[in-house]
C-alpha cells in the first residue's frame, strides 16, 4: 500500500479519501531536518503554507510521486526541483477562493471600525466610543489590484455594499473588467483615486514591492490598503513609516514578507493596522473543498490516472506526454517568450509548425504555448488542463496552421503574438532533440538558447552601438553573459540579444532606448 505523508493541518475530509487507496500518517509541524529524516518513506506528501518542500526535502523524498498543496499558492514548493525529479505538483486554484475574498472584506470593514481595536478596549474594562468613531465604505472607491477569481468576488460584493470600482490588471480586458462594474485603470490612477486598495494578484518578481514608499505617497492619507494575496507584495517597513507619519490612514495584512511575523514595528501601529496570520482561507468550507480536491488527485495519482489541476505536468495520457515532452517544453518557453514581448493584454497568438514538426499532434503544442504565454499573469494558476479555457476567457485569438515545406533545420515552432506593445515573433528548434534554440526573433536570424534573463533590442546596424550598451550595463553593474546580433542587410535594421546573469535594474531600460540607434529594448525573463 503506498504511504502519504500529510504535514500541515488538512480536512478529515481529505485523509479519509486518502485512507481508501493509502496508509496516512499525519505529522504537522515537522522540523526541517525531521521532515528530510522520515520523507524518504512516502510515496506522496500533502501539505498546506506550513510546510517548506525545499530542494532538499525533494532530493530526500526519492519515493515521492505527488505533492498536493491543499490550497493555491505553490510558493513554498520548489516547482522546478520536483518538476526535475519527475515528481507531480496539484493545488487547489480555486477551493478557498471565497474565503480569501470574504477575509479581505472584512479586513476592510474591520479596519474602517476599528472592530479588533475596540473589542480589545472593550474586554480590557473600558467603554470608550469617541475614540473608535469609523468610517463608512458606502460611495468610496475601492480599488481592486488583480481582477482574477479572488479580486472578481471582492469586487461583486464591495460593488452591492455601494462602492465605487476602479481596477488594476494588465492581463484583463476592459469589458471583462467593465462586467464586474469596475473602470479598468492604470496603477497610479488607481493609488491616487482609491479611498481603499485592495490587492489580489500573484507575488512575482514585477509584484514585489510594487506597493513601496513611492506608492504609499501616490495614495490619500485618508487611503486605507488590505493585503490578503501574498508578503512582500507591500514593503513592509515602508509601510509602517506611511502608517506612522499620517501618509495613508491605515492597512490591513494577511500575509507577510516573513511568516510567521517576526517582531516588526507593524506590531505596534494601533489602530491603523489589522493584521491577523494568515487566514484568508481558514474557513471550514474552504478547508474541506481543498482538502477533496487535493486528495481526489494524489489518490487518482497513485492509482496511475492524471492529476486534474497539476501545476508542473500536462493532464495528457502518460505515453502521449513522454514523446512529445521536449517539444512541449520548447512551445512554452516560446509562449511565455512571446507573451513577454508582446506585453500583457495578448489578442492574439498565431502558432506555426513547420518543417517535420507539422506532422506531429497540434493541440498539446498549442495548450503548451498557451500555459507558457499566460505564465507571467497566472503562475502556478495556469496549467496544462486549464490553459485553452483561461485564454479564452481572457478573449486571446489562436491561429493554429503548419507548413511542411518550411525547412529549416529538421522542424521547428514558431509564434507569434499581437498585444500590448505591438506584433512580435519567435522562432524555435530542439537541438538534438532536447535542447531549444531560439532560431529567429521579429524576423531576425538568431542563434540563441534560451536563458533566465535575457534583454533585447531592436536598432540600426551601426559602429558603436554594441559598445555603448555593454558600457551602460556596466555602469549598471550588470554582468553579461552572453550577445549575439543579428541583421537582414548590412546598417540596415538589426537586432541584439543579451544573456545577463541578474534581473533588469529599474530605470536601465528606459536609459537604452535614449542610445542614439536604439529603436525598442525589451526584456524577458523564463
Ligand atoms: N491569504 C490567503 O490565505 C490566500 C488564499 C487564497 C489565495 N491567496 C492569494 O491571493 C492571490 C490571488 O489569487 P487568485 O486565486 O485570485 O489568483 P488569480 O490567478 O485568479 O488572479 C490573479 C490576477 O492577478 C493578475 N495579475 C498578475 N500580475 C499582475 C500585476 N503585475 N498587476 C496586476 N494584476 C496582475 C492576473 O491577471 C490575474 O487576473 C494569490 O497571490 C494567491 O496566492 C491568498
Ligand atoms: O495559497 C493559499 O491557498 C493560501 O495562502 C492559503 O494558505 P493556507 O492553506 O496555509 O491557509
Not at 505527488?66 to 526535475?84: E, S
Amino acid at each position: 500500500m503506498p504511504k502519504v505523508l500529510v504535514s500541515d493541518p488538512v480536512d478529515q475530509a481529505g485523509i479519509d479519501i486518502l485512507s481508501q487507496v493509502a496508509q496516512v500518517d499525519v505529522r504537522t509541524s515537522l522540523p526541517l531536518e525531521e521532515l528530510v529524516k522520515v520523507v524518504p518513506d512516502y510515496d506522496a506528501l500533502m501539505i498546506r503554507s506550513g510546510t517548506k518542500v525545499t530542494a532538499e526535502v525533494i532530493e530526500a523524498g526519492r519515493n515521492l510521486k505527488i505533492i498536493g498543496r491543499a490550497g493555491v499558492g505553490v510558493d513554498n514548493v520548489d516547482v522546478p526541483a520536483a518538476t526535475r525529479r519527475g515528481i507531480v505538483v496539484v493545488n487547489s486554484p480555486e477551493g478557498n477562493t471565497i474565503a480569501a475574498a470574504e477575509h479581505a472584506l472584512a479586513m476592510m470593514l474591520s479596519l474602517s471600525r476599528y472592530i479588533p481595536s475596540a473589542d480589545q478596549s472593550v474586554k480590557s474594562g473600558e467603554w470608550n466610543r469617541k475614540a473608535f468613531t469609523g468610517v463608512e465604505v458606502y460611495k468610496k472607491t475601492l480599488g481592486v489590484v488583480g481582477l482574477g477569481k479572488i479580486g472578481s468576488h471582492v469586487a461583486t460584493v464591495a460593488r452591492a455594499m455601494g462602492m465605487r470600482l476602479l481596477a488594476f490588471d494588465p492581463y484583463i480586458s476592459s469589458e471583462r473588467a467593465e462586467e464586474l462594474g469596475c473602470r479598468l485603470v492604470d496603477l497610479d490612477l488607481l493609488l491616487q483615486e482609491a479611498d481603499y486598495i485592495t490587492l489580489h494578484i500573484p507575488k512575482t518578481p514585477d509584484t514585489t514591492h510594487l506597493i513601496n514608499a513611492e506608492a504609499l505617497a501616490k495614495m490619500k492619507p485618508t487611503a486605507r490598503i488590505v493585503n490578503c494575496a501574498r508578503g512582500g507584495i507591500i514593503d513592509e517597513a515602508a509601510l509602517a513609516t506611511a502608517l506612522e507619519q499620517g501618509v495613508i490612514a491605515g492597512a490591513a495584512l494577511d500575509v507577510y514578507e516573513q511568516e510567521p511575523l517576526a517582531e516588526t514595528g507593524l506590531r505596534s501601529l494601533g489602530k491603523a493596522a489589522v493584521l491577523t496570520p494568515h487566514l484568508g482561507a481558514s474557513t471550514a468550507e474552504a478547508q474541506v473543498n481543498v482538502a477533496i480536491d487535493v486528495a481526489e488527485q494524489i489518490r487518482d495519482v497513485l492509482l496511475g490516472l492524471p492529476a486534474r489541476s497539476a501545476v508542473n505536468i500536462p493532464g495528457l495520457r502518460p505515453d502521449i506526454l513522454e514523446r512529445l515532452r521536449p517539444y512541449l517544453q520548447l512551445a512554452e518557453t516560446l509562449g511565455n517568450f512571446v507573451g513577454q514581448l508582446a506585453g500583457g493584454r495578448i489578442e492574439q497568438l498565431h502558432i506555426r509548425l513547420q518543417g517535420d514538426l507539422a506532422e506531429i499532434d497540434t493541440k498539446p503544442i498549442v495548450i503548451a504555448a498557451l500555459k507558457g504565454l499566460l505564465s507571467h499573469a497566472l503562475q502556478e494558476r495556469v496549467n496544462y488542463v486549464n490553459a485553452s479555457l483561461e485564454a479564452k476567457e481572457r478573449g486571446i485569438h489562436v491561429i493554429e496552421t503548419r507548413d511542411s515545406e518550411i525547412k529549416d533545420y529538421t522542424g521547428s515552432l514558431y509564434l507569434s503574438a499581437k498585444g500590448s506593445l505591438g506584433t512580435h515573433s519567435v522562432t524555435g528548434v530542439l537541438l538534438g532533440g532536447t535542447e531549444i534554440r531560439i532560431t529567429d526573433m521579429d524576423n531576425f536570424p538568431i542563434n540563441v538558447p534560451p536563458t533566465k534573463y535575457m534583454l533585447f533590442t531592436l536598432h540600426r546596424d551601426m559602429p558603436g552601438i554594441i559598445g555603448k550598451i555593454g558600457s551602460l550595463l556596466g555602469s549598471f553593474n550588470v554582468n553579461i553573459a552572453s550577445m549575439q546580433v543579428g541583421r537582414k542587410i548590412v546598417r540596415g535594421d538589426a537586432v541584439m540579444v543579451l544573456s545577463i546573469d541578474d534581473p533588469l535594474p529599474e530605470g536601465i531600460l528606459a536609459e537604452i532606448t535614449k542610445v542614439p540607434g536604439i529603436r525598442e529594448a525589451y526584456t524577458v525573463a523564463l
